[in-house]
């Protein structure tokens, strides 16, 4: 790939500082960049450290005016450099095509231009649409239903009757309708609670590896368009995740639960079953959720607390010891007055 910093700024809606005809064939990162590539200067050290680098173009926010480099100036440089590392390093695309090794079952349909690796399994009744590759090991259940423009990674398995829309990665060893997690107590045992509806996966959604996500026990679990998990994310049955929420590292949310758009979640988050996240509600790592959370809160600790209210409590935390400890001095001379006042 080679490109003119000027078709660039083209892509990203920046402005060029230098020269726009200069010929960029990388992208790399600000410390390894070399003379003909661009990289990108987000933070507040890079930005000082503009002159620094080793690349030809840096890609910058909109503050920064000058520099001996070619600047390309945007309102959002990880945006940018987003959109410019996917140009200069696109998606391969494999063979085409159904591996002889791979099973398919009865009544199979797919679109065009598929890509179906060795030890792939497809069960019967199995739709898939235009451009979907399928990579080892990945199983493909039942009356699975898959839409266009579809990448899943090794030893993925999408069990029976689950939905997965258009755009949609899935990384390894991730698990689409597992049974919830449903049991009913009978005595000192418990009876399993069939599990009976599916996982519908909406479009333009990221699965990280090892993800998994429940079907659920009537109706479906549904992950909204746009919703992006990290890797080891549990999602238990009848949870509804809202359009474009970020579920971070080894959040586990209990079943029927439902999150609204925008959310974050932080790394090992833990919700309780039955809560209701609002839209655009950012919840700290290690969060414990016990009770609903209304639109736009921030919030962190466990339980949960507005997030202003954690740092000062996380702040007392360690002081606990002292304090303790002064506490217990106060009472000794507390005693000691009250006994002087009764003689």
């Not at 390894?172 to 009976?196: C, L, M, N």
Request: net charge negative; hydrophobic share 40%; aromatic share 4%.
């Amino acid at each position: 790939m080679e490109l003119p910093v000027r078709k660039i700024a083209e892509l990203v809606s920046g402005e060029v500082v230098g020269d726009g005809d200069f010929i960029i064939r990388g992208v790399a990162a600000f410390d390894n960049a070399g003379p003909d590539d661009i990289t990108f200067a987000a933070s507040a050290d890079y930005k000082k450290r503009v002159d620094e680098t080793m690349a030809a173009a840096v890609i910058v926010p909109d503050e920064v005016r000058e520099s001996e480099k070619i600047l390309v100036r945007v309102k959002d440089p990880s945006l940018a450099m987003a959109k410019v590392s996917t140009l200069f390093h696109p998606v391969s695309r494999p063979v085409v095509g159904i591996s002889e090794d791979a099973h398919i079952g009865e009544n199979f349909k797919c679109g065009a231009d598929i890509s179906v690796y060795p030890g792939v399994f497809i069960g019967d009744d199995v739709t898939l649409g235009d451009c979907v590759t399928l990579h080892p090991g990945v199983v493909i259940d039942n009356s699975v239903k898959v839409g266009d423009d579809v990448i899943v990674y090794p030893n993925v398995c999408i069990l029976e009757r689950c939905e997965i829309g258009s755009r949609v990665i899935i990384h390894g060893g991730s698990v689409i309708g597992s049974d919830g997690f449903g049991f009913a107590p009978d005595g000192d045992r418990y009876h399993k609670i069939p599990q009976t509806g599916i996982v519908r996966i909406d479009d333009d959604v990221e699965i990280g590896a090892c993800n998994t996500i429940d079907r659920a026990t009537f109706g479906r679990t549904w992950i909204k368009r746009g919703v992006k998990t990290d890797n080891s994310v549990h999602v238990a049955h009848n949870v509804v995740v809202g359009e474009d929420t970020v579920l971070v590292a080894q959040v586990g949310v209990s079943g029927s639960v439902t999150i609204g758009d925008h959310a974050i979640l932080a790394g090992q988050v833990g919700v309780s079953q039955h809560v209701t996240i609002g839209n655009r509600v950012t919840i700290g790592a290690q969060s414990g959720i016990a009770k609903s959370i209304p639109d736009g809160q921030v919030v962190s600790g466990s339980p949960e607390m507005p997030h202003s209210v954690w740092l000062k409590v996380s702040n007392i935390i360690p002081k606990l010891p002292e304090l303790k400890k002064k506490i217990r001095e106060l009472e000794k001379r507390i005693d000691r007055l009250e006994k002087v006042a009764m003689d």
